[in-house]
Nanobody, 124 residues
Framework: VQLQASGGGSVQVGGSLRLSCAVS????????MGWFRQAPGEEREFVAA????????YYADSMKGRFSISRDIGERTVYLQMNSLKLEDTAVYYC??????????????????WGQGTQVTVSS
């Protein structure tokens, strides 16, 4: 399984970015995909997750309203739309696949494969 994250960059406070995560060589038909982020000196933090079949979503409470996760089955890509970005959103953002959980989860240990991360920098 390979995950390729992209779309990061530098943006000013209040701006928007859309991250993409392309999935390849996936042998399973139903799984969860999540976005996490990690700021320097901080632990990895759950952002949002989506079920590949059905599209059910799950968000960290602090991300609701500004962030939106979606997927394009044909493109085999998961997206994270981030709006009204704040300074504290600065982090490396990672996508990941959870192939085994019955329910969507925000626990990093439940995820089996990880992308390389894409940097998001929000400045004033």
């Amino acid at each position: 399984v390979q995950l390729q994250a992209s779309g990061g960059g530098s943006v000013q406070v209040g701006g928007s970015l859309r991250l993409s995560c392309a999935v390849s060589n996936m042998p399973f038909t139903n799984y969860g995909m999540g976005w996490f982020r990690q700021a320097p000196g901080e632990e990895r933090e759950f952002v949002a997750a989506i079920r590949w079949i059905g599209g059910n979503t799950y968000y960290a409470d602090s991300m609701k309203g500004r962030f939106s996760i979606s997927r394009d089955i044909g493109e085999r890509t998961v997206y994270l739309q981030m709006n009204s970005l704040k300074l504290e959103d600065t982090a490396v953002y990672y996508c990941a696949v959870d192939r085994g959980s019955v329910y969507l989860t925000g626990k990093p240990d439940e995820y089996d494969w990880w992308g390389q991360g894409t940097q998001v920098t929000v400045s004033s």
